[in-house]
């Protein structure tokens, strides 16, 4: 114990004593949840469209009246020629082009299809608007659906990207400064130094795991602090659940750099593969898209992925309120993360 | 009673032979040098008794204790400087040595004595709190050598621990060892300069992986019939034999 | 002249001899963007819901067959009542319950909102699959440049962007930072050298890299997903080059300004990584976000290189089209590369 306490004293002293890498630990995560929260919005809206009426009824003219009217579209003009559209769609100044040609029954839209997500949305609040005009023919028959919103009835997407950024910086931060810091001592050569003192393989990883893990914890409570002083987003869930299973998610994540950083030569090599599996374990975890979109395989993929299981943890726990007896099973898999890569870590220590 | 023991130790990688069946000992207090052109398989023995690598066969003692089988015990004996003088840079001294006192076990007490007496010895009052990277090369061999004796260790391996270091700095450093080693300390260097091999109690030098000469640097001089330290390890280097 | 080309040859044998490092540049573009051309996809497909059916008719049944049969959706069981519901959302089993009343043909969808892009996409697939509701009027859809809807032709030229973006970055933004540490910095700063052709020497080179990477990534694109090529190849190669520099002279950038490799890979990673991937328009439309947001996405490279990229590949346009795009570009590229040489270090502090 007494070892450790040194090496704890040590590392500390080491971290907080380069100036230059404070900021990055504590300020950059912040400014990063701050703004990056306020980017994910899939929330379509602004869309440019433009009418070209060739009917010119009053029909029609109420069509055009309705798109100014909705809050959804910005109707751009100036398009009144084939070769107008073209061109505008080509450029990108309008998402869609809504046609309707000279007394016949339809509608023609044409949407710039580049994202297709987007054009999908576009097509769906344009049929709604036409259906304000020439409301549909509803019998007795006809299936009708409709929804609500369970935990987030707005849909705000601040109070999913918030605590799922926050996952990713911490997630960020424990990898990076992890999977760097042992093949740091051996490129500067003190590990040699270490090697020939009474130093035990179990000291030397807890003294690197425990101030990550506590730095990670900080930045995590941090975190969560200025989701309720900023965004005035608090947990549906018990903040032991979250805070106990950070616990268990950082020692997965760190197990994981330490692996790295041993197994390799340089702290450029450790970085880029460190670099690797963070864009796989973000681009991956089912925040930006679903996980049950992916094909089988990469379903099985994502399935050893730490950052998908934490993030839909987070958001079961702060949006649905899910208690211990909820997340039990993830918190499971994580444990069994810990477990693995903290014990390769061990393995591959060339002592 | 010997510091060192050594029993037909061997290390191979693949089908090379660094190290080829070495026996020898050292004595408890003697300043023992290890002589050897590059490659001659020094750093390797010297990794083995330290414990930084496992003998393929044969066994040392080191302090009394087997390092194939007391590895740790043997490491709490032992002090090591390297000719990279290994401590953290961005540490202040004090940092270091608090460090490196702490890991190899005192307590706060003796390490608190032991670190003024630190300051006293190598007169490094107003030094403490520097830290190590802003310190010139020979104060900070002088903090890497107090470093390694600070859990009075029975021997202190030292790897080349004067390269790059000025003459008179060299001098002082080596009037250094002698008092340590009259305190009964053993220690064990490795070097390439010929005119600190004169200050060595004994000399082992190795050529090829194998102990080809061990014995007190005037006898050398004389069995070989040369007037130099430098004759000697050219003679023996080419492959004469002692 | 030829202190300059010994210089670049200097650089040149250092990554070439570094395999390991090299296998590593030159694999994980190729990894990761057949890994996500793959993975990365916005169409629901085996979505978890459950059913609750309450009206337990000829025509319920034939609508859970349907949302079964679509591909969309997998039914992971029934349900009949709230506290079911609430327990499968809070245990994340199921994303949507999908409600059929006892009082006729209306079906009630109850999702769970807290990930409200999923939410969005559910409600949206199951109404197609199960409304009768169609405007009074026809309206004929032709989805122009991307006519499947497929969200790899979206995503696999962004993922080009953010790929291309962090492995340049990464190549340069330790190299100085290296030699600093290792204290070869002196020997170049004692060579007559000058600090321009010290910046060029080192990021020269890894354009030749990157040169690779860009071919890779753009048979990939083409060869395995199918990506249409309207535009034209040197085009693109043009442009993609020079967004690959646009990378490059930021990590030399950062290698001037941090002092440690360690400080220069967490501002060139924990820095770059969600901003690129963020506010690049890769996920997020840009023209959704907020206005300062939209403001900031201006200062990422990637953001203009995905709008060239995907209007050539996609719209087929030429160089005019993407003038704007090309000139940003290069003139981020020409201030990196300046404030680099301003800030090199004459001599060692």
């Known amino acids: 114990m007494r070892i450790l306490r040194f090496i704890l004293v040590k590392e500390f002293t080491q971290i907080f004593r380069d100036k230059a890498m404070l900021p990055i630990l504590f300020v950059l995560p912040v400014v990063q949840l701050l703004v990056l929260s306020h980017a994910a919005v899939f929330e379509v809206n602004g869309l440019r469209i433009a009418v070209w009426d060739q009917d010119r009824t009053e029909e029609s003219r109420r069509l055009e009246q309705a798109f100014r009217a909705n809050t959804y579209f910005e109707v751009v003009e100036g398009v009144q020629n084939e070769a107008a559209a073209n061109r505008y769609l080509r450029e990108g ?45 509803i019998g007795p028959d006809t299936r009708i659906v409709s929804g609500r919103f369970r935990f987030n009835p707005e849909l705000d997407d601040k109070r999913n990207m918030v605590p799922a950024i926050l996952v990713l910086l911490i997630t960020m931060l424990g990898a990076f400064l992890s999977a760097m810091n042992i093949v740091r001592e051996r490129e500067i050569g003190t590990m040699d130094q270490l090697d020939v003192t009474p130093i035990t393989r179990a000291h030397f990883i807890l003294g690197k795991l425990i101030p990550f893990w506590l730095i990670g914890l900080g930045m995590f409570g941090i975190g ?26 950082l020692l997965s994540v760190l197990g994981l750099g330490l692996w790295v950083s041993s197994v390799s030569d340089t702290q450029h090599q450790a970085m880029l593969v460190a670099w690797f599996l963070l864009v796989v374990f973000i681009l991956m975890s089912g925040l930006f898209t679903p996980v049950s979109s992916m094909p089988e395989w990469a379903r099985h993929i994502a399935q050893l992925n730490p950052v998908k299981w934490y993030i839909d943890l987070v958001r079961r726990v702060m949006l649905a309120g899910a208690g ?13 993360f810990a477990v693995a890569w903290n014990s390769l870590a061990w393995w591959s220590m060339r002592r | 009673m010997n510091a060192i023991e050594t029993h037909h130790l061997t290390k191979r990688f693949g089908g090379f032979t660094a190290v080829d069946d070495l026996t020898f000992s050292v004595r408890a207090g003697e300043i023992f040098g290890f002589l050897g052109a590059n490659g001659a398989g020094k750093t390797t023995a010297m990794k083995m008794l330290t414990g930084l690598a496992a003998p393929t066969s044969g066994d040392a003692t080191v302090a009394g204790r087997s390092i194939r089988d007391h590895a740790v015990s043997v490491k709490k004996r032992i002090g090591y400087m390297s000719q990279r003088f290994s401590l953290y840079e961005d540490l202040s001294v004090r940092e270091n040595l608090r460090f490196f006192g702490g890991v190899y076990g005192l307590d706060d007490a003796t390490l608190a004595d032991r670190i003024a007496r630190f300051e006293t010895t190598y007169h490094m009052s107003g030094r403490m709190h520097t830290r190590v990277k802003e310190l010139p090369l020979g104060i900070k061999q002088n903090v890497a050598f107090g470093t390694a004796l600070l859990h009075q260790p029975d021997i202190v391996f030292l790897d080349e621990p004067t390269g790059g270091v000025d003459p008179i700095t060299r001098r002082r450093f080596w009037g250094m060892l ?43 001089k004389q069995t070989m019939g040369v007037a130099t330290m430098d004759d000697v390890f050219v003679k023996l280097a080419r492959g004469g034999a002692a | 002249m030829n202190a300059f080309l010994g210089f670049i040859l200097k650089e040149f044998r250092h990554i070439l001899r570094d395999r390991r490092t090299l296998a590593i540049l030159f694999g994980l573009p190729i990894v990761q963007l057949l890994l996500f051309g793959y993975a990365i996809r916005n169409e629901l497909t085996s979505a ?13 049944r034939a609508a859970i067959a349907r949302l079964e049969a679509g591909g969309y959706f997998r039914v992971m069981g029934r349900v009949d009542s709230e506290t079911q519901v609430d327990h499968l959302f809070r245990r994340g089993v199921v994303r949507q319950v999908v409600v059929f009343p006892t009082d006729g043909p209306r079906v009630h969808l109850i999702t769970d909102g807290s990930d409200p892009n999923m939410a969005r996409l559910l409600q949206r697939y199951t109404m197609g699959v199960l409304s009768d509701v169609e405007p009074g009027k026809d309206v004929r859809t032709t989805y122009l440049y991307n006519p499947g809807l497929k969200s790899a032709n979206l995503f696999v030229p962004g993922l080009m962007a953010v790929i291309l973006m962090l492995v340049s970055t990464l190549m340069t933004s330790i190299s100085l930072t290296r030699e600093k540490e290792t204290g070869t910095l002196e020997t170049l700063l004692a060579s007559p050298l000058a600090p321009a052709q010290i910046i060029w020497g080192k990021v020269l080179p890894y354009l030749l890299v990157s040169f690779v990477n860009v071919g890779t990534v753009l048979v990939i694109a083409r060869a395995v997903f199918g990506v249409p090529f309207n535009g034209s190849v040197a085009l693109f190669i043009f442009v993609s080059l020079l967004y690959a520099f646009t990378a490059l002279a930021l990590g030399m950038l950062i290698s001037t300004v941090a002092r440690t490799q360690q400080t220069a890979m967490m501002l060139s990673l924990g820095g770059l990584l969600l901003p690129t991937i963020l506010l690049s328009g890769f996920i997020y439309p840009i023209s959704n976000m907020p206005d300062i947001l939209q403001a900031i996405s201006h200062v990422i490279p990637a953001r203009w290189y995905m709008v060239a990229n995907r209007a050539i590949l996609l719209k087929g346009a030429g160089l005019a089209d993407i003038g704007r795009e090309v000139l940003i570009l290069a003139g981020m590229t020409a201030l990196f590369l300046t404030v680099s040489i301003r800030r090199f270090p004459i001599r060692l502090d």
């Open chain 1, 93 to 137: 100044r309008v998402n869609a082009v809504v046609m309707i040609p000279r007394g016949s029954g339809v509608v023609h839209v044409r949407i710039d299809a580049v994202d297709g997500y987007t054009a999908g949305i576009a097509d769906a609040y344009i049929r709604q608007v036409v259906a304000s005009v020439w409301p549909p023919a």
């Open chain 1, 224 to 249: 969560l602090t200025v989701a309720w002083a900023v965004f005035g987003i608090v947990s549906a869930g018990p903040l032991p659940v979250l805070f106990g299973t950070a616990a268990l998610y």
């Open chain 1, 324 to 336: 211990w007896a909820d997340v039990l099973p993830s918190v499971g898999v994580l444990a069994v």
């Open chain 2, 178 to 220: 002698v008092e340590e080693a009259a305190r009964g300390t053993t220690l064990f260097v490795t070097t390439h300069y010929m005119d600190e091999a004169e200050y060595c109690d004994r000399i082992g030098m190795m050529v090829d992986g194998k102990l080809v000469a061990l014995d007190t640097p005037a006898r050398l």
């Open chain 3, 48 to 60: 978890e819901i459950a059913v609750w059916d309450q009206a337990r008719t000829a025509e319920s």
